[in-house]
């Protein structure tokens, strides 16, 4: 799975609030999330992200509450993909749930621009501005499947009779 966009970096700890302040939590409208995602954090962040686009940070990305709405606002506004150095685990396993693709590269210099390509099954960002590559946490595939289905819901309708 192969994913390309534009990166908008953020610092670690960006917890679950700063993602989708809690107070927008109440509605199951997938639009009202999007329009409130980073608002404490960049309140310019909904007018510059566009659809692909991929989100970037630092250590602890997602810590605070389990609350699912955080890694779906981030969808709904159109993020393709979360880059981290690390993720709160609530809030990897919500993304994945959901079906938003995430990866962990411990090392990483991405700036706001950068242009990236992720290749979930290998584990890897390309820097397309530098032209490097970096290189992260590969994931299993039946996650990527999940990911690939739309979420986990998706994938459990599609594939449930094998599972059980």
């Given at each position: 799975m192969n994913l390309k966009g534009y990166a908008h970096t953020y610092g670690d700890h960006i917890d679950t609030d700063r993602i989708i302040p809690g107070k927008y939590t109440k509605t199951l409208d997938?639009?009202?999330l999007a329009d409130h995602v980073?608002?404490?954090?960049?309140p310019s962040f909904r007018e510059k992200v566009r659809e692909g686009d991929i989100i970037v940070a630092g250590?602890?990305?997602?810590?605070?509450s389990s609350r699912e709405q955080a890694p779906l606002a981030l969808k709904a506004a159109?993020?393709?993909?979360?880059?981290?150095r690390s993720f709160a685990r609530i809030f990897f396993r919500n993304a994945i749930n959901v079906g938003l693709p995430v990866i962990e590269v411990p090392d990483h210099n991405i700036?706001?621009?950068?242009l990236l390509t992720i290749n979930l099954s290998k584990g890897t960002?390309?820097?397309?501005?530098?032209?490097?590559?970096l290189q992260g946490t590969s994931m299993p595939m039946v996650m990527i499947r999940?990911?690939?289905s739309g979420g986990l819901v998706s994938?459990?309708?599609?594939?449930?009779?094998y599972i059980l």
């Open positions: 997938l639009s009202q980073l608002e404490d954090l960049d250590e602890n990305f997602g810590c605070g159109g993020v393709s993909a979360v880059v981290a700036e706001t621009g950068t960002v390309i820097n397309e501005n530098q032209r490097n590559e999940i990911l690939e994938y459990l309708k599609k594939h449930g009779d």
